[in-house]
């Protein structure tokens, strides 16, 4: 184990010199070692993994954007393959009235598409950008560009002043422009059209960002029974596909996250919506992802988008099931229907093809991708976590149910240092958030090992804290996780206790309108009522026939990952 130890540590340290070395030579302005230092600082001991050469980002970053200044429209965009980077109107009034400046909505677009439309897939990007460039409305609507720009705010730095026209604008300021003129294109008609639909679910992720879930739910409540009315009009001129998978994962996403019983998604038929997502992306749309080890190929690295999309709409039935029987909706919660739905998560997971399912750091997985591997072990998670506080099982498998918990929640959090390591903490969206502070509770409350429990608690109140300034929501959260961590009475490491003591405070509205109640963690009490009193006598039983007999790859009492073992 100490050869092990030794020959690990040395590739990490080569490693380290040689991502310090290629960062000086990329990084603007002589700030060479920033990014290391910050990244190191925050590092926890129970994700020790050799780092690879260099983080790669996947979008053509100029020196503007690494400054957060106004770019320029040299150097910044994506590659599209055959398509190359669309120049938008010089004339933007048909789409908006807070920016005369091309170059800002373009880059306001870069970082949308980059790091948003892929979590969160509504619409086809290619079309989007032709027909905002041609000024044609099937594919794009002034509703839709400042709800995109407005969401896009929030990735850009907190305090640098972009020009506007005479005066400087910060980014809040900017970023609540664009939602106010969004808000004001949005109506309800007879006809919705789909853009104005896409527009109400792009202001959901903006509210929810803004710390205003209560009035984020309501747009994407508005969105998905829009979007009913429109489906069963049977639309043939706008492609629905991708719009149903987008709102269907973003409604059992949230449902998950807020303990609500979801809407009836059975009507949805994925099977069909999957096949409609295929025919919605055109071949330009198929958006390859550059990086240094490709900088020449003009077709970059596909990013599987479509793929990751249909993917997140499967896990998401799953959670949507999950959530219907943690709600009690199909009666009592039994030992069979339990394993079931963690066999059917298993399933998913060994069933991802290869360029979804790979999540090893030397591969650069992609940041979508890493995404879904965080919210699936999160899922999880919330699916067993009940089962420890309802006391009916025996002490063997009480201490199997934690063990499986505990290592979800630790690999949760590997992937969740994996995507900060790889690429920038500015990029962590609301719904990984979530499922980044299920995953360090359950650690924190189930695991047996004080050092691992600190790590986790300054991981997790470190993300919150580094990105508190740029999404008014994690305030709130960083609050509520810092009291439960409290309430824990746990012996901490100096670091994790001072920063428990650190968090902010809130009122009661604040968290209101970021957790829907007041805590993001589950309600035990109310979803104990439905399980089985006998589901401990039948657990053994239905393990047996559900996962062993049937050879399903379950991850506990497997080998685990060097990491593990290093901690161990």
């Given at each position: 184990?100490?050869?092990?130890?030794?020959?690990?540590?040395?590739?990490?340290?080569?490693?380290?010199?040689?991502?310090?070395?290629?960062?000086?030579?990329h990084r603007?302005?002589?700030?060479?070692?920033?990014?290391?230092?910050?990244?190191?600082?925050?590092?926890?001991?129970?994700?020790?993994?050799?780092?690879?050469?260099?983080?790669?980002?996947?979008?053509?970053?100029?020196?503007?954007m690494?400054?957060?200044?106004?770019?320029?429209?040299?150097?910044?965009?994506?590659?599209?393959?055959?398509?190359e980077?669309?120049?938008?109107?010089?004339?933007?009034?048909?789409?908006?009235?807070?920016?005369?400046?091309?170059?800002?909505m373009?880059?306001?677009?870069?970082?949308?598409?980059?790091?948003?439309?892929?979590?969160?897939?509504?619409?086809?990007?290619?079309?989007?950008?032709?027909?905002?460039?041609?000024?044609?409305?099937?594919?794009?609507?002034?509703?839709?560009?400042?709800?995109?720009c407005?969401?896009?705010?929030?990735?850009?730095?907190?305090?640098?002043?972009?020009?506007?026209?005479?005066?400087?604008?910060?980014?809040?300021?900017?970023?609540?422009?664009?939602?106010?003129?969004?808000?004001?294109?949005?109506?309800?008609?007879?006809?919705?059209?789909?853009?104005?639909?896409?527009?109400?679910?792009?202001?959901?992720?903006?509210?929810?960002?803004?710390?205003?879930?209560?009035?984020?739910?309501?747009?994407?409540?508005?969105?998905?029974?829009?979007?009913?009315?429109?489906?069963?009009?049977?639309?043939?001129?706008?492609?629905?596909?991708?719009?149903?998978?987008?709102?269907?994962?973003?409604?059992?996403?949230?449902?998950?996250?807020?303990?609500?019983?979801?809407?009836n998604?059975?009507?949805?038929?994925?099977?069909?919506?999957?096949?409609?997502?295929?025919?919605?992306?055109?071949?330009?749309?198929?958006?390859?992802?550059?990086?240094?080890?490709?900088?020449?190929?003009?077709?970059?690295?596909?990013?599987?988008?479509?793929?990751?999309?249909?993917?997140?709409?499967?896990?998401?039935?799953?959670?949507?099931?999950?959530?219907?029987?943690?709600?009690?909706?199909?009666?009592?919660?039994?030992?069979?229907?339990m394993?079931?739905?963690?066999?059917?998560?298993?399933?998913?997971?060994?069933?991802?093809?290869?360029?979804?399912g790979?999540?090893?750091?030397?591969?650069?997985?992609?940041p979508?991708?890493?995404?879904?591997?965080?919210?699936?072990?999160?899922?999880?998670?919330?699916?067993?976590?009940?089962?420890?506080?309802?006391?009916?099982?025996?002490?063997?498998?009480?201490?199997?149910?934690?063990?499986?918990?505990?290592?979800?929640?630790?690999?949760?959090?590997?992937?969740?240092?994996?995507?900060r390591?790889?690429?920038?903490?500015?990029?962590?969206?609301?719904?990984?958030?979530?499922?980044?502070?299920?995953?360090?509770?359950?650690?924190?409350?189930?695991?047996?090992?004080?050092?691992?429990?600190?790590?986790?608690?300054?991981?997790?109140?470190?993300?919150?804290?580094?990105?508190?300034?740029?999404?008014?929501?994690?305030?709130?959260l960083?609050?509520?996780?810092?009291?439960?961590v409290?309430?824990?009475?746990?012996?901490?490491?100096?670091?994790?206790?001072?920063?428990?003591?650190?968090?902010?405070?809130?009122?009661?509205d604040?968290?209101?309108?970021a957790?829907?109640?007041?805590?993001?963690?589950?309600p035990?009490?109310?979803?104990?009522?439905?399980?089985?009193?006998?589901?401990?006598?039948?657990?053994?039983?239905?393990?047996?026939?559900?996962?062993?007999?049937?050879?399903?790859?379950?991850?506990?009492?497997?080998?685990?990952?060097?990491?593990?073992?290093?901690n161990?």
């Open positions: 184990m100490d050869s092990i130890r030794a020959s690990y540590i040395e590739v990490k340290n080569k490693n380290l010199e040689l991502m310090h070395s290629l960062d000086c030579c603007p302005n002589n700030e060479a070692g920033t990014l290391i230092k910050s990244e190191e600082a925050c590092k926890p001991d129970f994700t020790q993994f050799p780092l690879s050469a260099e983080p790669q980002p996947h979008i053509t970053v100029s020196p503007q690494e400054n957060d200044t106004i770019p320029t429209t040299e150097g910044i965009g994506i590659r599209y393959g055959s398509l980077c669309l120049e938008g109107p010089a004339d933007l009034r048909q789409w908006t009235h807070v920016s005369d400046s091309p170059a800002l373009n880059h306001l677009f870069d970082l949308y598409f980059a790091w948003v439309h892929p979590v969160h897939m509504l619409f086809d990007e290619s079309n989007f950008r032709i027909g905002y460039r041609e000024r044609r409305e099937t594919y794009c609507s002034a509703a839709l560009v400042n709800a995109i407005a969401m896009a705010c929030n990735l850009i730095g907190c305090t640098t002043p972009y020009k506007q026209g005479k005066e400087k604008i910060r980014r809040a300021e900017l970023g609540a422009e664009f939602a106010a003129e969004a808000r004001s294109q949005l109506k309800i008609e007879s006809n919705t059209p789909l853009t104005s639909i896409q527009a109400f679910t792009v202001m959901y992720l903006v509210d929810l960002c803004s710390g205003k879930a209560r009035n984020a739910s309501g747009y994407l409540k508005c969105a998905g029974d829009l979007l009913s009315v429109k489906r069963f009009a049977k639309d043939k001129e706008q492609p629905l596909g991708l719009s149903m998978l987008g709102i269907h994962a973003l409604s059992c996403a949230w449902s998950a996250m807020t303990y609500q019983l979801p809407c998604l059975d009507s949805l038929q994925m099977s069909v919506i999957d096949e409609q997502a295929k025919n919605d992306m055109t071949s330009a749309g198929r958006r390859c992802m550059p990086g240094p080890q490709n900088e020449g190929d003009e077709t970059g690295s596909p990013i599987h988008g479509v793929d990751t999309a249909q993917q997140q709409a499967s896990l998401s039935q799953i959670i949507h099931d999950t959530v219907s029987l943690h709600c009690g909706y199909h009666g009592v919660v039994t030992a069979r229907e394993i079931g739905c963690y066999k059917r998560f298993l399933n998913w997971k060994n069933d991802l093809p290869k360029p979804v790979d999540t090893q750091t030397d591969h650069q997985p992609l979508h991708v890493l995404s879904l591997h965080i919210q699936y072990h999160a899922a999880i998670v919330r699916l067993l976590a009940p089962l420890l506080s309802c006391q009916h099982f025996a002490a063997p498998d009480e201490k199997n149910i934690k063990d499986m918990i505990v290592y979800h929640g630790r690999c949760g959090l590997d992937n969740m240092y994996i995507s390591q790889l690429y920038s903490r500015r990029y962590t969206m609301p719904h990984i958030i979530f499922s980044m502070l299920h995953l360090g509770d359950a650690v924190v409350r189930f695991s047996s090992r004080p050092a691992e429990v600190s790590d986790v608690v300054s991981f997790c109140l470190q993300t919150l804290e580094q990105n508190r300034a740029r999404f008014p929501l994690y305030g709130p960083q609050q509520t996780f810092g009291r439960m409290e309430e824990q009475g746990l012996e901490l490491s100096t670091d994790a206790d001072h920063q428990v003591h650190q968090c902010p405070q809130y009122g009661v604040e968290v209101l309108d957790c829907m109640g007041l805590s993001y963690v589950q035990i009490d109310q979803i104990c009522q439905y399980i089985d009193h006998s589901i401990g006598e039948e657990w053994s039983r239905e393990w047996q026939k559900q996962i062993l007999e049937t050879r399903t790859l379950a991850p506990v009492n497997t080998v685990l990952g060097l990491h593990f073992i290093l161990d």
